[in-house]
């Protein structure tokens, strides 16, 4: 993990909808070894590796839902401004460490 959270507020700042890397380094911060261990034993290294969706959406989103990574849920919410988390959160950061994991 980087030394300086980036946070959703620069996120935002930085996303326009023809760019992506904000949106995959916001996520990914959060994206531990831990998280990324977690994500390929729930979904399957077969079933990540075999995904030909750049979004893993060819994985069910009910598949997505029902992980519980260990998340650093403190780290989270600072970064959220210590706004609320939401289901999205937790399922991107786990599409993102899926994704890390396939590169």
């Given at each position: 993990?980087?030394?300086?959270?980036?946070?959703?507020?620069?996120?935002?700042?930085?996303?326009?909808?023809?760019?992506?890397?904000?949106?995959?380094?916001?996520?990914?911060?959060?994206?531990?070894?831990?998280?990324?261990?977690y994500?390929?034993?729930?979904?399957?290294?077969?079933?990540?590796?075999?995904?030909?969706d750049?979004?893993?959406?060819?994985?069910?989103?009910?598949?997505?839902?029902?992980?519980?990574?260990p998340?650093?849920?403190?780290?989270?919410?600072e970064?959220?401004?210590?706004?609320?988390?939401?289901?999205?959160?937790?399922?991107?950061i786990?599409?993102?460490?899926?994704?890390?994991?396939?590169?």
């Amino acid at each position: 993990m980087q030394d300086t959270l980036y946070t959703r507020k620069q996120y935002m700042e930085d996303y326009s909808g023809d760019n992506s890397e904000p949106f995959h380094r916001y996520y990914a911060q959060f994206a531990t070894p831990e998280v990324i261990e977690y994500v390929v034993r729930a979904i399957g290294a077969d079933k990540i590796l075999a995904s030909t969706d750049e979004h893993l959406n060819d994985i069910p989103l009910r598949r997505w839902d029902a992980l519980t990574p260990p998340i650093n849920w403190q780290l989270l919410r600072e970064a959220n401004g210590n706004a609320g988390v939401s289901l999205s959160d937790k399922v991107c950061i786990a599409k993102e460490a899926a994704r890390i994991f396939k590169a």
